[in-house]
């Protein structure tokens, strides 16, 4: 896919939806994810002293131009992104824009849910895994 229009029309996280009204499949990711947050801001603080590093749970990380937005955008469980700031503009982040940070996530994680195939998708422009592999 080529993107014809400059950057600075493309929208940003304020411009995308943050939502996509699904329901979360595991009722552990929410608990999993903050003991994962927890446990691991202590060394990312001792790695970021300045606070230049983003964690996301549950938040869309936009990697392509679609209609409607949301058929361009992933939403893993948890992931950390190295050297962005926290906030954009003085507000929290809605969700990870790619075409606007140019900074690709350092880690994500998926918790598995049922039998994980979803998770564990290779098909090319679709598969969550092949999603972020090849493009995130």
Not at 82 to 90: D, K
Request: charged share 25%.
């Amino acid at each position: 896919m080529t993107i014809t229009k400059s950057l600075t029309t493309l929208p940003d996280h304020t411009q995308l939806p943050c939502e996509d009204g699904t329901f979360v499949k595991n009722f552990q990711e929410h608990p999993q994810s903050i003991l994962l947050t927890d446990s691991i801001r202590p060394v990312l603080n001792q790695i970021h002293p300045d606070g230049q590093y983003c964690i996301g749970q549950d938040s869309g990380i936009y990697w392509r131009m679609t209609d409607p937005p949301q058929k361009g955008a992933e939403a893993p469980d948890w992931f950390y992104v190295a050297n962005v700031p926290p906030t954009l503009n003085g507000k929290l982040r809605r969700s990870y824009v790619l075409w606007q940070e140019l900074i690709r996530p350092k880690i994500i994680i998926e918790f598995v849910s049922g039998d994980g195939s979803e998770e564990r998708d290779k098909t090319a422009w679709k598969g969550k895994f092949w999603i972020y592999e090849t493009v995130i």
